[in-house]
């Protein structure tokens, strides 16, 4: 037994950082990481004997969550645990987790989601307004489930915990690539876990129309090459979502992003068609004909059906990238203009978008658009969502605009967690008055869909939408980079018991190229290279469409190599000290790479298809060899010579080049390596 010392730690807002309990290292792996953290000394031990009782109203959505909750306890213990399903007739003698509850939440905009967990030694209670927030807290009390020898247990503790921000969100674009249901259920599992809470879901653009229509059939049979969503599918994920306290908020993409619709109804367009579906990426000219009545019967008549299949307060219209040359063609729509004193494109969307209002407005939905939809003159219960910059957000906020934020969360940018984590919707310095501030709903992360498909979708979400999401969730004081990545690697595993194929897919794509040869050599190549960055893979090599492979090297490797993160960090050590405690694994890290090339030109030999990297694992092979070099000499106190240090220039420039559209991320830390010991 610890002994009892009374001292309590507030964890919360120092955050993440070990902190100190009862003279042990606390390893909490939370994340999001909850407002506010006390930790006890003592643990609850887990034992075959758990059980748990609802206390207030329920329904079968938080049955659902207690029983899966207890299923994921069973799963990750072994442990045969007493509960099957849980209903309101569960009612065990000794209950040692009681969920107390005052109300079924609803799935909306502001709903509470606030939650108290207490873990004493014998008894843990889980306090909620609604059931929505013993959601959330059963997904902490799941992550702070910990081992020791003896078993498993949970720390003592007690959180208080609620969201910084009511709008969380994950927009998946199913227009690109279609997303099968079972891709957007575990996705929704995902979000669940890092409670998030609105599901935005992408679902008409220039590739593709998503959903069946039963008003305008032909919008799903001829503008979708038979990949869409039967309404049923839809009210089945929306439901799904629901038992997770997640909104879905559906976006039709208006008046531009609009091939599809109008590869079915072309006298919706600005132009004559006829039209195809567009298979190719970019900003393209069909547009919608802002100036012809049709179009706006046509839409009424379409968000009418919308409205009642999609139950969310808001109702996303895109308004994005119009780029107004299909307007500016049209001799009948610069009459309207000139009739109407409207004196450009910008202002001729203001007023297609108050007509689109007028029909949102009759069908009971408040409008949500990209922040091109910020205009004079519509009213302040509309949402900007901000992606080309915080200054709309601002602005719009300043305007009395609510506003979300999505610029600096494009996690189809293939940037770093860091990078993403440390964006904030409402940054310290922000010239926002705290009314203003209030304006500001929170944001979402973006999955963009030009270049993902259902097998690698989930290794672009994951693990680094876990850290936005811990943005969106706790405090802005919460920033410790370090212990995000400690507990992002957590996450990540955890997520995997939901379904999610982020890390399994992995293996299966490395097996497709390697043609079902060994995989090893391969990975510890893929593993230290990543896709290039931001839009460069449209800009390099071949040009993609829809129809693509999305299978190679590149499609493989991760947004973030986790390998070439940790080998900075060993160089960062040795290079203060070649004696230091994890000096042989760089060592060994680099042995590794040497002997690497070896063993994979075997298998490139019988892949073709991964032709393309094989000068950049040559490249690999070379600066292992050049990096144990260093290493030797900085060990030895001696600099390297001045013919190797020249040598290695040339080496550098052709490293860091690109190919396969892949990018070789140890380069840097080679180059400080050699630098280290060139001195
Ligand atoms: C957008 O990325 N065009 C909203």
Redesign the pocket.
Known sequence: MQKHTGICIIVSILLGMNVVNGGQQNTLNLMPVPEEIVLKDGIFRLDESFALKIDGPADSRLYQAATGMLRRLAGRTGYFLPQDYITAESNPEHPQIIIKTSRIGEVKLFEDESYSLTITDKQITLIAETDIGVLRGFETFLQLLSIDKDGYYFPNCIINDKPRFPWRGLMIDASRHFMPVDVIKRNLDGMAAVKMNVFHWHLADDQGFRVECKTWPKLHDLGSDGFYYTQNQIKDIIAYAADRGIRVVPEFDVPA?ATSWLAAYPELASAPGPYTIERGWGIKDPTMNPVNEFTYEFLDKFFAEMAVLFPDDYMHI?G??NNGKQWNANPEIQQFMKENDIPDNHMLQAYFNKQILKSLTKYNKKMIG?DEIFQPGLPTNIVI?S?RGQKSLIESAQKGYMGIL?NGY?IDLIQSAEYHYLNDPIPEDTPLSAEEQKRILGGEA?S?GELVSYETVDSRIWPRTAAIAERFWSPRSVKNVDDMYRRLDVTSFHLEELGLLHMNNYDMMLRRLTNNHNISPLKTFVDVVEPVKIYTRHRQGKIYTSYSPYTRVVDAARPESMTARHFADLVEKYIADPKNPDAAELILQLSVWLENHRQLVEIIKVSPVLKEIESMSADLEALADLGLEAAKALAKHKTLKKKALKASDVLFENAQKPRGQVELMIVPSIRKLVAAAGN
């Open positions: 992003h895109g994005d990238e990209w969502h992606w999505s494009y973006t963009w």
